[in-house]
């Protein structure tokens, strides 16, 4: 089996970040392939400071650990893009953003697990339980900087269709304001 189909026949599961894993996320953070795209302070303090709310239950959003076959090899981020003021009025600015809509993000940490199918099933995964945990979700829509080709090239694949495009900040201030913006709704999964 190779592709997408290895990663459909593994079980693909997550659970929220807990403080144990911010060495984890420490480590992954810091990758290359990563911090490219993932503009965060990888070190112990920073992880700390960006994910210990969500480990506390003080942010809107979710900071999922993901997993194949029981072995942690990414993070998924998900949240009603309502609950950011900032990235609504961004995103709503080039894009309708319906009442309830989700946005996710996404990242493998294993730079040789990339490119080969992976972040497609991740996110194939992550669409059908956001329409089981977010019962009123009409829509995910997702931002992704246009220069990022593997991410929302793996959008694409798992059914998002290209809704926009347009100036948003970018995580890493070395990346071009614009965006592709890529929309998959329930009616349409």
Known sequence: MSGTAAWMAASIAWRPIVAADFPLLSDWLSRPHVHRYWHHDFTPEGVARDFGPGTRGEEAGEDLLVSVGGEAVGL????????????????????????????IDYFIADPSQTGRGLGTAIIRALVTD??????????????VAAGNIASWRALEKAGFRRVGEGDMEPDNPIDPPLHVISRIDRSSA
Do not use: H
């Open 76 to 103: 998924a981020q998900r949240s009603r893009i309502a609950d950011y003021a900032q990235d609504f009025q961004e995103l709503s600015a080039i894009v309708d953003v319906p009442p309830g809509a989700v946005t």
């Open 130 to 143: 956001t329409w089981s945990s977010y019962p009123d979700c009409p829509a995910i829509i997702v931002p």
